[in-house]
């Protein structure tokens, strides 16, 4: 059911490959709520997933943009306010990518020069994507900024690897930019961890369906859907919060502020109990 919430407010939607993909999920949602917006992933991923499929859905231009490329995210932001009419009102990101994780190199056996590429494309791209608009002054005043995190950027979570830190640089940017451009611009800047979610980039993570059993069992609401992420992140693209930035807001259930919950204490007794080999 639409509420109206983005009625006449314009955007740019950062990071959707396929059906699975929280940011294609957000933009649906998006849709639904009256936004319009334009679409932006990377060359290569436009050639393997499903982008076009959601433009023709949501009425959306796409415009390829290499995140790690300041020429190219001021392309994304000039085309989308000249097909826009104006400044624009909210940005998505959700970008993120490790080779490590996607090697299944160790922590404690990392390449260096992947690493360094995890930073720079999932952390470093929120940063040079923020600066980019502030420069240009491409968001209105009383905008919002949103950057999908995990809990992974506080807690050690197995198989997360270079990932955690680039998600805790992530939520650290959105905390120093949130303060400038909240202060210069009135625009808010906040990051949503979400509950692990069977997204193609997830898939990637080592022991990622046992983990979403766990945070399952743990959160006493379950884990966040694709779906509840898109109707969390409208809420914060909307008027209804204008006075939140800065913040990492958690999407999981419960699940952050959990210890040990009944169901998981079962399943770890029952494992206890069992007379295996």
């Known amino acids: 059911m639409s509420h109206n919430l983005l009625k006449g407010k314009t955007g740019i939607i950062f990071g959707a490959l396929d059906e699975k993909s929280l940011a294609w999920n957000i933009a649906e949602k998006c849709y639904e709520e009256g936004a319009q917006f334009t679409l932006s992933n990377t060359p290569v991923a436009l ?26 995210l001021q392309t994304v932001f000039s085309k989308s306010i000249d097909l826009m009419g104006g400044k624009i009102d909210f940005v998505l990101h959700s970008i993120g990518m490790s080779h490590n994780v996607r090697k299944k190199l160790s922590y404690s056996d990392l390449n260096y020069d992947y690493f360094v590429k995890t930073l720079d494309i999932s ?34 979570l ?39 979610t069977p997204t193609t980039a997830g ?34 693209f909307s008027d209804l919060t204008k006075k939140v930035t800065m913040q990492n807001l958690y999407h999981d259930g419960g699940f952050s ?9 079962q399943m770890y007794n029952k494992a206890m109990d069992c007379d295996c080999d």
């Open 47 to 72: 050639r393997f997933g499903q982008l076009e499929k959601l433009s023709e859905k949501c009425n959306a231009t796409i415009i390829p943009a290499d995140a790690t490329k300041v020429d190219e």
């Open 203 to 236: 898939s990637g993570v080592k022991g990622m369906e046992g983990l979403m059993d766990f945070t399952n069992r743990m959160s006493p609401l379950g884990n966040a859907s694709a779906s509840e992420c898109a109707d969390y992140c409208v809420t914060l």
């Open 158 to 196: 197995t198989g997360y690897n270079d990932m955690a830190d680039a998600k805790a640089l992530l939520e650290s940017i959105a905390r120093s930019f949130g303060y400038i451009y909240g202060r210069d611009k009135k625009v808010r800047i906040n990051t949503i961890s979400q509950s692990p």
């Open 257 to 265: 502020n959990m210890g040990m919950s009944l169901n998981a204490m």
């Open 123 to 156: 952390a470093i791209s929120f940063h040079r994507m923020l600066q980019t608009a502030y420069k240009l002054d491409a968001i209105k005043e009383w905008g919002s900024v949103v950057g999908l995190s995990y809990i992974a950027a506080q807690r050690t």
